[in-house]
């Protein structure tokens, strides 16, 4: 039986939930996806695991630097970290690894914790999203966080988030967007040229930019329309072959890896089931489903 890996998996821990709660009461009305109790309940998700599919597992978004200062980021990130490092210890059946938080609005720690999570075997690498504190993530405010990737070789996971400055965000669209715009601001910054190795894995499989593929290459310079094509993606759109086949085709084979967004999308337990159908109807021979399954992850994620 082909080996799985979903490298775009969630959870939030009990401590750092209970924690953010007392800072921010209201964050389940903010985020209602949050209240999935697969997302803190282990047990649980065991009882929904295929007892097949190692997850890579990485937060939900709940960012410390938008409710605490600086130096109070850097510590709830820390505590996260470890907890999440334990997590995957104690669970190593069903996860491979965790996605490390860092505090955006404290850079100087960030590239410390950045450090410590390249030596320690239950990370696999960074999470960012497509905003922070207000800012792109494409700003210059960023730069060292993405030096301090390349220069550790820590792949980074691109996660949407809203902006804020929108009256009109929703979670079908608006993410699609943010990822959309975080791409193309992150490559018209140069930072494929300055860090050509840098490993970028893009949620919900790569957003806009397959089907707007086009666009890109007759509207853009040349360089840029060949830095697009350096993103990995997931394989995150809750099914769709037809749409995958477009990714596909648009960032190749081999930078295209199995992530569902599990446990969210699709009640009660997620879309693997939906997502693993749609890598099966297409047509693709066994050795390039293999890839996608868990050779890419293995590869791009875990050295191997």
Not at 21 to 35: N, S, T
Not at 235 to 253: Q, R
């Amino acid at each position: 039986m082909t080996k799985k890996i979903d490298v775009f998996a969630h959870v939030l821990t009990p401590n750092f939930y209970r924690q953010m709660l007392e800072i921010e009461p209201k964050l389940p009305e903010r985020f209602p996806f949050i209240q999935h109790p697969q997302l803190t309940d282990i047990e649980l998700r065991r009882s929904f695991w295929d007892k097949e599919t190692q997850q890579i597992i990485s937060f939900v978004n709940i960012n410390p630097e938008d409710y605490v200062s600086s130096e109070m980021a850097a510590v709830l990130c820390r505590q996260a970290n470890a907890e999440l490092s334990q997590v995957v210890a104690d669970n190593s059946d069903i996860f491979a690894a965790g996605v490390a938080m860092i505090p955006m609005n404290h850079v100087e720690e960030a590239v410390k914790i950045l450090q410590e999570t390249a030596v320690n075997p239950h990370l696999a690498g960074v999470q960012l999203f497509t905003r922070a504190l207000g800012l792109s993530i494409a700003d210059p405010e960023f730069h060292l966080i993405f030096e301090a990737c390349s220069r550790l070789d820590l792949p980074i996971w691109l996660h949407p988030i809203f902006d804020e400055r929108k009256p009109d965000n929703n979670i079908i669209f608006s993410w699609e967007y943010e990822l959309t715009q975080a791409m193309l601001q992150l490559v018209q910054t140069g930072i494929f040229q300055e860090f050509p190795d840098l490993k970028i894995i893009v949620h919900h499989a790569g957003a806009m930019v397959p089907f707007f593929s086009e666009r890109i290459r007759y509207i853009l310079p040349e360089d840029q329309e060949k830095d697009f094509h350096k993103f990995y993606v997931d394989t995150a759109i809750l099914g769709n072959p037809k749409a995958l086949e477009l990714t596909i085709e648009y960032f190749g084979v081999d930078r295209v890896l199995f992530g569902t967004d599990l446990p969210l999308g699709i009640q009660p337990a997620g879309a693997t089931q939906v997502i693993l159908q749609a890598i099966e109807d297409l047509p693709l021979s066994s050795a390039n489903k293999e890839q996608i399954l868990a050779a890419n992850a293995q590869k791009i994620i875990f050295k191997d």
